[in-house]
């Protein structure tokens, strides 16, 4: 298995990244055929404006039943599987071929399926939340050059705005 921990960089946003989510959506969907699931364009390449890392995140929603043939088709699209990867509930797939991308196969309407639509959706509906969180995310870049150091430096930040979105869910 690959390692994990790889070199990562922050890039100014590229309005291309939405075509980029789209297509792996309809790629990785038409995959699907068959298998019940949901696959949606998350990350920070989701939210327009945001600066991130130039890799493009899907997710996809299916039953617990279905993760090992979702894992295994993801396979043919060249993706390389990396197990839960420190995140219980999910499995991690990436693909570093053309434009790099990661899936993360969750539970069909789970926590962590609702944690990042949720933490997505209010980036895109808060500039502010996006402005506080791509300053965080520099600075972490700015201070660690590979991914679990980078994660973990923005981890409060993450953790206030997913508190914050929860609370303005709770509000509606």
Request: charged share 30%; aromatic share 4%; glycine share 12%.
């Given at each position: 298995m690959a390692d994990l921990?790889?070199?990562i960089h922050v890039?100014?946003?590229n309005p291309v990244w939405a075509d980029l989510g789209r297509d792996l959506v309809c790629q990785v969907s038409?995959?699907?055929q068959g298998v019940p699931a949901d696959v949606e364009h998350i990350g920070s390449t989701a939210v327009p404006g945001l600066d991130a890392k130039p890799v493009i995140d899907v997710?996809?929603?299916?039953?617990?039943a279905d993760v090992a043939v979702v894992v295994e088709r993801l396979r043919g699209l060249g993706f390389e599987h990396l197990g839960q990867?420190?995140?219980p509930g999910r499995e991690y797939m990436r693909?570093?071929?053309g434009w790099p991308a990661n899936v993360h196969v969750v539970?069909?309407?789970g926590q962590l399926w609702e944690d990042n639509v949720l933490f997505r959706d209010h980036l895109t509906g808060?500039?502010?939340a996006a402005e506080r969180y791509a300053r965080a995310k520099h600075r972490a870049a700015g201070q660690a050059s590979h991914l679990l150091a980078y994660s973990e430096l923005k981890a409060r930040t993450v953790a206030e705005i997913m508190d914050d979105a929860r609370r303005g869910r709770a509000s509606t």
């Open positions: 921990d790889e070199p890039v100014a946003y038409a995959l699907l997710q996809v929603g299916c039953r617990r990867a420190g995140v693909r570093r071929s539970e069909s309407g808060h500039p502010d």
